[in-house]
């Protein structure tokens, strides 16, 4: 019998030691030398216009090093896909979900950094929202995005030999409808993230399962080769999906960072990780089956509905990739 050196063999964690002996470095564990702790100003609507933003008395308070929003990136909006570049991660026309980053603070201490937020001023315009897929796609529902018509991001139509055919020849149709709510990932680490801009390179340390996703989309954000752009490995503390794309902390520490010349380490409350970082989509789907009367099944069709979220995101790969 042939003698397997992985297969049916105890295989140790070469992490685990590490963690449950406490001696594992995780990225709110960084300390670097002149850092500063940075904290979010987030929206309190699901869809509103940005009218103004004022940060002038929170950029005078003692002990605040920067103040940033959107107006001090370039402009450059992130999507895995070309056709669905979409989020700006600091917004500047408008707010699309609760807890969405509006503008980000870098002070001396955590203390100060929320004293800070307080200072800033937002006016908003409410605008109506859509909470559901399936609204959200009738003719007249309100633009999450007004290049989406019907609030349509990507539409994958995939058929494979005669469906219609088959369902007719069938000896029994049944059609059955289903619905999955969103889920938020509940890892132990909420998310965290150091960005330290020294000598015209950046490095970052986070929580991550894509480090070559976020150093292109920092690159392409913030406008830094990519070959000056470092992630660094670090503990993760959990992830089951959710730490593989870019998030909208990783640009406002870095921002903060290339403002201030100095380390900016930020990390989410448990409730900012469940709001502001990318979770499991919601769907509604319905599935039609066609059987021989023996129950071969001769015939499937799928009709998918995933609720993306307010941005597209890595969403059209969720949507497409398990179609191939």
């Given at each position: ?71 001090d990136g370039h402009g450059v909006k992130w999507g895995v896909f070309r056709y669905t570049q979409d989020h700006a ?236």
């Amino acid at each position: 019998m042939q003698e397997y050196r992985i297969v049916g063999k105890g295989i140790s964690r070469v992490d685990s030691l590490a963690k449950v002996t406490g001696e594992a470095i995780y990225t709110a564990d960084l300390k670097l030398p002149k850092m500063l702790v940075a904290k979010v100003l987030r929206s309190p609507y699901p869809h509103a216009r940005i009218l103004h933003i004022d940060t002038s008395r929170a950029e005078r308070l003692p002990g605040v090093k920067a103040v940033v929003t959107g107006f001090d990136g370039h402009g450059v909006k992130w999507g895995v896909f070309r056709y669905t570049q979409d989020h700006a991660m600091l917004p500047t026309d408008k707010v699309r979900y609760v807890g969405e980053d509006v503008a980000a603070v870098a002070a001396v201490d955590e203390e100060t950094a929320l004293e800070a937020l307080e200072l800033i001023r937002v006016e908003y315009e409410p605008l109506p929202a859509v909470f559901d897929p399936e609204e959200a796609m009738r003719e007249g529902a309100p633009l999450i995005h007004e290049e989406y018509p019907r609030n349509i991001n990507v539409h994958v139509h995939i058929e494979v030999g005669d469906v219609d055919r088959a369902f007719r020849e069938a000896y029994l149709v049944r059609e059955d409808a289903f619905r999955a709510s969103g889920e938020a990932y509940a890892m132990m680490e909420p998310y965290a993230v150091v960005a330290h801009y020294h000598n015209g390179y950046l490095d970052l340390w986070m929580p991550n399962a894509g480090p070559h996703v976020r150093a292109k989309a920092l690159s392409n954000l913030l406008k830094i080769p990519l070959n000056h752009v470092r992630v660094r490995r670090i503990a993760i503390g959990g992830a089951f999906g959710g730490r593989s794309e870019v998030q909208p902390a990783d640009f406002a520490a870095a921002l903060l960072s290339i403002k201030t010349e100095r380390p900016v380490k930020l990390v989410l409350t448990r409730e900012e990780n469940a709001t502001s970082t990318r979770q499991v989509h919601d769907m509604v789907a319905t599935i039609k089956t066609g059987v021989k009367r023996d129950g071969t099944i001769v015939a499937k069709e799928f009709k998918v509905i995933y609720d993306g979220g307010a941005y597209s995101s890595t969403g059209p790969i969720a949507t497409s990739i398990p179609y191939y």
